[in-house]
């Protein structure tokens, strides 16, 4: 069974998986370069690394019309509790087997500030394991740090990694986080929503696969990967 990745634009991303459906960061509404309104997404579960606006984006309202529970930290799954979300708690470095897969809590050199000022605990990366064995390492917004090293080493199919920098890594750091993480895939995301993160993804995925084996696939808002 195959399981599929689509990037909307920004950070948000869908994952199909054994008949499930997750939405990963789902920052539809005042994001640019949404290929789909919040109104569309209908999803299973609902993963929110930290609680930048641009990554709790549209969570509440999808959840409580979808009733899908929230998976994320312990601080924000708190705050979503007291709004009437269902919400699974983790935290960094636990792992549970949810329906759709085995889904550990990476570190991630961030913030976490909620939309109304409330603590948010760390951020958070995702590291996925489907029921087939596919491992999905989602970054989320992070910084470079050598511990890259370590998610590497359980055998990473695809890792989705931010490129934009200023926020998060630009695309000389997210090519030294290939290189530590050494996935089969790459795909770069949260770059190019708005002029303070632009960057060209062609010309990164061009370096990647001439520095790396990791073969580099740059999605439009919208687009598609199927990891066989
Ligand atoms: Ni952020
Ligand atoms: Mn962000």
Redesign the pocket.
């Known amino acids: 069974m195959n399981t599929i990745l689509t990037w909307y634009g920004h950070?948000t991303l869908g994952l199909e998986t054994g008949g499930y459906k997750l939405l990963i960061d789902p920052f539809f509404s005042g994001n640019p370069a949404a290929s789909l309104a919040a109104s569309q997404a209908s999803p299973d579960f609902i993963l929110v690394s930290h609680g930048?606006d641009?990554?709790v984006g549209d969570a509440i309202p999808i959840a409580k019309r979808c009733g899908a529970t929230v998976i994320c930290n312990f601080e924000i799954a708190n705050w979503l509790e007291k709004q009437g979300i269902q919400a699974h708690a983790q935290h960094i470095g636990g792992g549970h087997q949810h329906p759709f897969g085995y889904l550990k809590l990476t570190q991630a050199m961030h913030g976490s500030a909620l939309p109304d000022g409330s603590y948010g605990g760390n951020p958070a990366g995702f590291l996925l394991t489907t029921n087939t064995g596919k491992k999905i390492y989602m970054a989320c917004?992070t910084g470079l740090f050598g511990d890259m090293h370590l998610i590497g080493e359980e055998g990473i199919d695809l890792a989705v990694l931010p490129i934009g920098d200023n926020?998060?890594m630009g695309p000389a750091d997210a090519l030294r986080a290939v290189k530590l993480l050494q996935p089969r895939h790459v795909i770069p995301v949260?770059y190019n929503t708005w002029g303070l993160i632009a960057q060209d993804p062609v010309a990164w995925a061009t370096r990647v696969e001439a520095e790396t084996p990791t073969k580099a696939h740059v999605l439009k808002p919208g687009g598609a990967f199927t990891i066989s």
Do not use: E
Request: aromatic share 12%; net charge negative.
């Open positions: 950070a930048h641009d990554h917004d926020f998060t949260h």
